[in-house]
């Protein structure tokens, strides 16, 4: 008889303990969840402001790109509209877009395409300074997207 009554008593004792400490179970409970939550919400808003540094990058590069279009087409300004300075535009805009969601990569490839095959004609021909400024829009709406649905 002395067995069941320390059963009972280890049962007893141990609901008691955790009455107890339910308090403090539950508060460390919240504790553990909350950490977790932070930490995921830190790596969100982390990835988020590199892509929204990215992205701002990419439309500076990518204005940079139109304005020297716009010289090179325009003005026939070689200085300004210097082709190598084109190259640098066009290869910091790939670089950019490797940071940013799967469409920029996309489109910035496809302006490097645009860009290899007309820009010795920039300056003399209205269709290269109509393809590349097209490219180059597509490529400003796509980074615009992206920054839209970012969290």
Do not use: C
């Amino acid at each position: 008889m002395t067995m069941n009554t320390e059963s009972t008593d280890k049962t007893h004792s141990f609901a008691a303990q955790l009455k107890r400490h339910s308090v403090a179970l539950i508060s460390l409970s919240v504790a553990i969840i909350g950490l977790s939550y932070s930490t995921w919400r830190n790596e969100l808003t982390e990835e988020n402001r590199n892509i929204r540094y990215a992205a701002f990058e990419l439309l500076l590069k990518l204005g940079d790109l139109q304005e020297l279009v716009f010289y090179r087409h325009y003005d026939k300004d070689k200085k300004k509209g210097n082709a190598r300075t084109g190259w640098h535009y066009v290869l910091m805009i790939q670089d950019f877009s490797s940071l940013v969601p799967k469409p920029m990569k996309q489109k910035s490839m496809l302006l490097k395409k645009v860009w290899t095959d007309n820009w010795q004609s920039l300056g003399k021909s209205d269709k290269s300074e109509k393809i590349i400024s097209q490219a180059i829009d597509q490529a400003r709406v796509t980074v615009i997207k992206i920054l839209t649905q970012l969290e």
